[in-house]
């Protein structure tokens, strides 16, 4: 199974739920870190990715490749323009359009309102993503 996290600004979301994840799924896993920004990218290996690289185009042709199982970030991958720019209409197209299952954060996007989500902290976001992927790594479903 290969999971693909994305993360931008300053990579601390992502980062968490890589932390909290990373030693409680199967050995076979291939965790990869793609990041909008250096500092994005610097924190998916500091949280323990082995493969991490610099979106855009490296975003871009791992998607095309339709190779990833599960893409785990925060609401903006698949919003253009999100996180103050860094998102391109082309990373976020690529992201939505991309077979695998998505799980999407609803952080705060200060343009988009999300209507029957319960506002969570970050941590309880942190907590459940890191929970779903396990169950979804372990189960491979």
């Known amino acids: 199974m290969r999971i693909v996290f994305i993360d931008g600004m300053g990579g601390g979301l992502v980062a968490q739920v ?3 994840a990373a030693g409680r799924l199967p050995a076979d896993t291939e965790l990869i870190g793609l990041g909008t920004n250096a500092l ?3 924190a998916m290996l500091k949280a323990g990715l082995k493969r991490v690289e ?3 185009q490296a975003l871009l042709d791992l998607l095309r490749a339709q190779t990833a199982d599960i893409i785990v ?7 253009p323009n999100a996180m103050l720019g860094e998102v391109t209409p082309r990373m976020a197209e690529a992201v ?3 077979r695998a299952r998505k799980l ?3 952080v705060s996007q200060s343009h988009f309102e999300f209507i029957g989500v319960e506002n969570k902290s970050i941590g309880v976001l942190v907590k459940e993503a890191a929970e ?3 169950e979804i790594a372990s189960n491979k479903n």
């Open 54 to 56: 610099l979106a855009p």
């Open 132 to 134: 779903k992927i396990v």
């Open 96 to 98: 939505a359009s991309s």
């Open 40 to 42: 994005a990218t610097a």
């Open 73 to 79: 970030g925060p609401i903006g991958i698949v919003l």
């Open 104 to 106: 999407l954060l609803p």
């Open 18 to 20: 890589i932390s909290h």
